[in-house]
């Protein structure tokens, strides 16, 4: 028994989409962001021996 997705069902999902898209795309900049800080701070102490 399918129903047949109305308009605002439709523009739902795609906010919700939008929305998930955004969230993990945020997510996924801040823990690249972490591992470049990592990176650099591991570095720096390295050269700084």
Do not use: E, K
């Not at 129903?3 to 898209?21: D, I, Q, S, Y």
């Amino acid at each position: 028994m399918l129903v047949p997705p109305t308009r605002g069902a439709l523009a739902m999902m795609l906010r919700l989409g939008c929305l998930a898209a955004m969230v993990s795309g945020l997510l996924l900049v801040r823990v690249l962001a972490r591992q470049a800080i990592l990176d650099a701070a591991t570095a720096g102490r390295c050269r700084g021996g």
